[in-house]
């Protein structure tokens, strides 16, 4: 088995393994679980072949074909809403170009479940292409957002370095990480410490909620100096309850998950 492919296993197996021990997260976990079996399937069908950029065009021959497996598992395992919009789903070939075009950031003109669709859809074919890439080869962008795609970051990681943690972003879509300055707001790029509150949850120790009070954003960073068998994507799925706290106390995430949280 490839590198590439054993991560995916490893996403796998933390989400099993998260949905036994926090039953609050439990239906979403396995639901993560059942998509990521099928993004697993297509990375590895697509590692047959190269080419192809993050900043280019859609290589739709390639896609297209997995397209209706994956709307039926969509319409098979998904909450209600969104398994009717996989249901509903007619012009794929043109959600797909919209969202890899302008929706990365959240401007294109298409419908939160088109959105999430194409977004889950087209993450494996992304990460296929930054495993592909040379890192020294990325593009000039904003710090905030991906040096290889230019997504936002879906969620921070903070990773042991001399008595501390090193902070890093994790990209949405690609799933690039790269460094970020540990006290910045990514969202806005807010440097004073008395503006970005850090909280956290007693059962959820290694999960912190990273907010801004000037821009009332947050992004939720997994400490991995606490919990370091943590999956950062898969921690960040489970975190429901902290998601829901910052949602309630005005904070919107800088790049909502899966389940729009």
């Known amino acids: 088995m490839s590198r590439s492919l054993a991560k995916w296993d490893q996403k796998i197996r933390r989400a099993a ?92 003109t298409l ?33 905030a957002l991906c040096p290889l795609c230019t997504s936002r970051p879906h969620v921070g990681v903070l990773r042991p370095q001399g008595d501390g943690g090193k902070r890093s972003l994790i990209c949405a879509l690609c799933t690039t990480e790269w460094d970020y300055r540990r006290i910045v707001c990514p969202a806005c790029g807010e440097e004073n410490v ?29 400490d991995l100096t606490k919990d370091g068998r943590a999956v950062p994507v898969v921690d960040e799925l489970a975190a429901i309850p902290l998601s829901l706290w910052a949602a309630e106390n005005g904070y919107a995430k800088v790049r909502a998950n899966l389940l729009g949280l």
């Not at 319409?75 to 969104?82: G, N, Q, S, V």
């Open 194 to 222: 008395d503006k970005l509150p850090v909280y956290t949850a007693d059962e959820l120790g290694h999960v912190r909620v990273e907010a801004c009070d000037t821009c009332r954003h947050y992004i939720k960073t997994i």
């Open 111 to 143: 419908t939160d479940a088109e959105a999430l669709l194409a977004w889950t859809f087209l993450q494996p074919y992304a990460e296929h292409l930054a495993d592909q890439t040379d890192p020294t080869q990325t593009q000039e962008t904003t710090p």
């Open 17 to 108: 393994e998260l949905a036994t021990r926090h039953p609050f997260a439990a239906e979403a976990l396995r639901f993560y679980e059942r998509l990521a079996g099928f993004q697993k399937s297509m990375y590895a069908s697509l590692e047959a072949g190269r080419g192809g950029s993050l900043r280019g065009d859609l290589d739709l021959p390639r896609l297209l074909p997995h397209l209706p497996p994956f709307l039926a598992l969509i319409e098979t395992i998904a909450p209600p809403p969104l398994a009717q919009s996989a249901a509903e789903l007619k012009a794929g070939r043109e959600v797909l170009e919209e969202f890899w075009r302008r929706g990365r950031q959240g401007t294109a």
